[in-house]
């Protein structure tokens, strides 16, 4: 079993940052790809971010040269860092995190969500 932890969410005005990190613990044998997703009230979860292990990354339109993810696989984390935000950016934001078990099965797994708010 797996867990994702979030932190860093909050309310920040227009403009504003936010840096939100995410911890994964428990027994696995590794992770793969690890990313941020949203869901704002009355709308279908979305990809914010992705990266690989090795670093590759992948972003959302709407969030292309305001939003940075990297990871840390030593520690198992990643993190986004939120530039230039925007009020439509308020959603719960979700860590995902593509997990190899011992047995080496592939599982898909989410964070609880941290709430972001951005105030215009």
């Known amino acids: 079993q797996v867990q994702l932890v979030e932190s860093g969410g909050g309310l920040v005005q227009a403009g504003g940052s936010l840096r939100l990190s995410c911890a994964a613990s428990?027994?696995?044998?590794?992770?793969?790809?690890m990313g941020w997703y949203r869901q704002a009230p009355g709308k279908q979860r979305e990809l914010v971010a992705t990266?690989?292990?090795?670093?590759?990354?992948n972003y959302a339109d709407s969030v292309k040269g305001r939003f940075t993810i990297f990871r840390d696989n030593a520690r198992y984390r990643v993190y986004l860092q939120m530039n230039s935000l925007k009020p439509e950016d308020t959603a719960v934001y979700y860590c995902?995190?593509?997990?190899?078990?011992?047995?080496?099965?592939?599982?898909?797994?989410y964070g609880q969500g941290t709430q972001v708010t951005v105030s215009s």
């Open positions: 990266i690989t292990s090795r670093g590759s990354t």
């Open positions: 995902n995190a593509q997990v190899v078990s011992t047995n080496f099965a592939d599982y898909n797994y």
């Open positions: 428990g027994t696995f044998f590794s992770i793969n790809a």
